[in-house]
């Protein structure tokens, strides 16, 4: 048992800014307060399992207003059966997990079987069971995830240890001193359960042990849970929110799971467990809940709900740019044929007698824009403009080696965000035959323990080819799932300047070579009969497979693409400067000016196209391969875009209510 000592009053705890309502200062509330309290595990068998203070906002409440508890043992390398913990929370507790209280001093006793560790996440993960397996992730996403991690276990569902269905008491919690915290208010209380072994939720019971009345609350729509197996009924990993209670004006409360059971079989069974993971109390408006983001777009039907906790009677107000709705005063709000009238962000206000919340904003989707200088400009003098996406590269008007070459208009890849530059992809790159080159300045990997670097990937789905920056300097080709791999024999890795090149031609021999500085350095001959992904982009910097290559580090210039491959003669010309067979280079980014404002634009209709007119009132035509998000120059000739062919659905945001 863990006791924390007595400290003397802090002057300064009461000073804590708070607001609250005309009303309640007619009432002389001197201020509100919320506290959370979270049960903590001790995994004794595993670390990886243990404890889980909360270190983010939860639920609606700040890391200070939450008091971590002490750790209880799982049972799984420790010894205990039923064990009862205590802790004292006052104004100066702010060790072993604990944070101050604003006044007063609560003191909190919990028993139960042990407790045990859950695979839920609230909405941390997809649905439909919302849980995970193995050992948690680090670091974990939400303050919700870590605490539903934890829970004190009924003794029925799969513990303690000992094996199913140890019939002895649930849990109970026991706290006193309730109203030196709530000095002139009454309060509310909202309990969050989890569990590794349930179907559903049984209600639980919060007790006013003064008048000695007991007000029942459900979880009354917990996410289906992905059956474990193990049982001869349906077993998994659960949880959410239970109803609030309503107000109570008790110094002594308790809170008791009913009863945990399970039986029958896959079909017709039950699995009900009695857990707690932690509750809230409070008196203000706490949205424990908040309307949960959702793909909303033309034509659809969305329903937002949210979920509060605080003395009753709570007020809700929908509001639309940070103004009310008019009559949108349920805890739902719904929004039939949406369209570009409805384009807005949406949050929810919750009040009481005692303060007021503000939910999370969720928002309406149409065509987002995002600007910025963005835009690498295609100098091709010939043929279609490919102008590259500019995705946080720096862009140096000039850089000199320490030989003396000096390159005008250089880009500047920073590993350590990382950064990129992409050409959309179009047809025309889709060429049997080519060559690829450009300037780079690289002083070697910026892991040097890691993969080779990405210095131009076009590689997908076993389509394509990709060349590298080996750890030892070489420059390596793979395609088609390495088949073909080769490398050079030179190093460029030294901080200067060095021209590469890589010609193909699949079309007659399958050769592929490799030139460093205009020569050639490398050759072998393709058996794999590779082939591009048709479209796809041309990456430069950083791979899409960042798992098979890490980030470049150094600069690069001069960026070209040809539809044919380029003799020894022209490689060397072209290292020296020269602009070779303009009427077979499909792409130059010579980098000689910044990257020129442009556009991106964003849609979350997964199913829609995107269309392009010259004029607002068209004619539009589809723009081939346009994916959201979708980034075009401010000079390009397409002013005007809209998405069609939506499917309108029905969008339920929180349809558990958790």
Known sequence: MKRKRFGSPNPNARKVACTVSAA???????????????????????????GFPVTMTAFGISTNGWENLT?????????????????????????GGLNPLPNGSINVTWSANMGNFSGFAGYGLNVPSHAYDGAPPVPVPTGEWQIY???????????????????????????????????????????????DSMQKLTNAFIIDATLNVTQSVVYPSTPPVFDEGSANWVRGHGGGLSTASSALSTDHLQIIGNRAAHGGDKITGFDNASTISGFIITDKP????????????????????????????????????GAPIPGATAAAYSITNVSLANVANYDMVVTNLYGRATSSVVTVDTISTTLGRNFLVDSNPQGPEHDGLNLGASWLASSTDSRGTNRTGVMSFNAAHPDQIVVPGATNFDYASGTIMFWMRSSGLANTTGKPAALFDRLNNSKGCVLVQNGDGT????????????????????????????TFNQAVSGQIAIYIDGVQDALTFSAAGWAWQPGQELEFGLSHDTNSWQAY??????????????????????????????????????????????????????????????????????ISGATSPYSISAKGAKKFFRYHGHTPTNVVSNPYLM
């Open 475 to 502: 420059i390596r080709f793979s395609d088609n799932g390495s088949l073909d791999a080769f490398q050079s024999t030179s190093t460029v890795s030294n901080n200067n300047w060095h021209h590469i090149a890589l």
């Open 71 to 95: 750790e209880i043992n799982t049972g799984y390398g420790c010894a205990g059966v039923y064990v009862t913990l205590n802790e004292i929370i006052d104004t100066t507790t702010s060790t």
């Open 24 to 50: 309640a200062l007619m009432l002389g509330v001197s201020q509100a307060a919320t506290v959370g309290l979270h049960f903590q595990l001790n995994y004794c068998a595993d670390a990886r399992y243990t």
């Open 149 to 195: 991690n934890t829970f004190l276990r009924d003794g029925v569902n799969f513990g303690p240890p000992g094996g199913p269905d140890n019939n002895q008491n649930g849990y109970v919690v026991d706290i006193t001193g309730l109203k030196t915290l709530f000095t002139n208010t009454p309060f509310a209380v909202q309990l969050i359960a989890s569990s």
């Open 553 to 622: 580090n150094g600069l690069m210039d001069d960026v070209r693409v040809y539809s044919r491959a380029l003799t020894d003669p022209e490689i060397a010309s072209a290292s020296n400067g020269s602009v070779v067979d303009t009427t077979t280079l499909t792409l130059r980014l010579n980098f000689d000016t910044a990257p020129v404002p442009g556009v991106t634009l964003h849609w979350k209709a997964t199913d829609a196209l995107l269309q392009g007119a010259d004029v607002v009132t068209g004619p539009y035509t589809d």
């Open 286 to 321: 706490v949205i424990s809940m908040p309307p949960q983001p959702a793909v909303v777009c033309g034509g659809d039907t969305v329903t937002w709900s949210g979920y509060a906790v605080g003395v009753p009677p709570l007020s809700y107000q929908w509001r639309r740019n």
